[in-house]
């Protein structure tokens, strides 16, 4: 069920009801497609940041439908790919600070680097990219990169659990919301998910070294082609990466009901 605000506000606001989700505010989606940094500007003048890919997830379980949010949409969550001799990793952070999330403090830089080289590589010495790490790490939020891309993941549960949630990327990314957007996709007639990632043969081609890395976001919504629930972890900050939604924490004694 989703709760919507009460107060008088300029755009409607609404909470879900979900542990773990009480004292967080979501605003409306956007009308439409946006590129990135008019996506990151979109939350920020509804005084909020965009949503990770956990709150997308949790909030299209509560809205079913509800004000667009089967459509595409992007998040703050970002994955960082790097390699560590000869093996390929990511490494995935949402923090929600706009002074630290590096997807929302440089959605500018970010958008011209993919919109003219279809890359954005950075060093790893790059003060956002060893918060990002050291996060990602302490968060246990790193994963090992797969050849294959896209991955197809059942949703059903198989010999006692779901491929899609007993995947180390969708663990990282979707963290304790995998299990029930799992539930939740298959009960509406998706039987698998497809999980795009950068596989070693495209990190290979970026030409990276052991110490830069290649700056992705994650989105996560509904390709209207083949009727999959795709999550995205290889995303551009480029034109039209979907219809943005804003989130913001309030106090408990605050919350609308």
Not at 148 to 154: D, G, R, T, W
Request: hydrophobic share 35%; glycine share 6%.
């Amino acid at each position: 069920m989703v709760c919507i605000a009460v107060k008088l506000v300029s755009q409607p606001e609404y909470q879900i009801e979900r542990k773990g989700f009480e004292d967080i505010v979501f605003t409306a989606s956007s009308q439409e497609y946006l590129a990135w940094p008019a996506a990151v500007a979109f939350a920020k003048e509804r005084n909020a940041v965009l949503q990770s890919a956990r709150e997308a997830a949790a909030f299209r379980i509560e809205a079913d439908g509800q004000d667009d949010d089967n459509l595409y949409q992007p998040t703050r969550t970002v994955v960082a790919y790097f390699r560590d001799g000869n093996k390929w990793y990511a490494a995935v952070d949402d923090v929600a600070d706009p002074k630290r999330n590096i997807v929302l403090a440089r959605a500018d830089e970010g958008y011209k680097a993919h919109k003219a080289h279809n890359k954005w590589v950075l060093p790893k010495r790059d003060g956002y990219v060893r918060s990002l790490l050291d996060r990602a790490t302490k968060n246990e939020r790193v994963f090992s990169v797969g050849e294959q891309s896209p991955l197809e993941l059942v949703t059903k549960p198989q010999m006692g659990k779901s491929p899609f949630v007993a995947n180390d990327g969708i663990k990282a990314i979707l963290g304790d919301t995998s299990k029930n957007y799992a539930r939740f996709l298959a009960k509406k007639g998706h039987p698998q998910v497809y999980f795009f990632q950068l596989t070693p043969e495209t990190l290979e081609r970026f030409e990276l070294s052991n110490d830069n890395v290649e700056v992705r976001l994650v989105g996560l919504g509904f390709d209207c082609l083949d009727d999959i629930e795709d999550v995205d972890a290889d995303y551009h900050c480029d034109n039209h990466v979907g219809c943005a939604r804003g989130v913001r924490s309030v106090e408990p004694t605050k919350r609308t009901r």
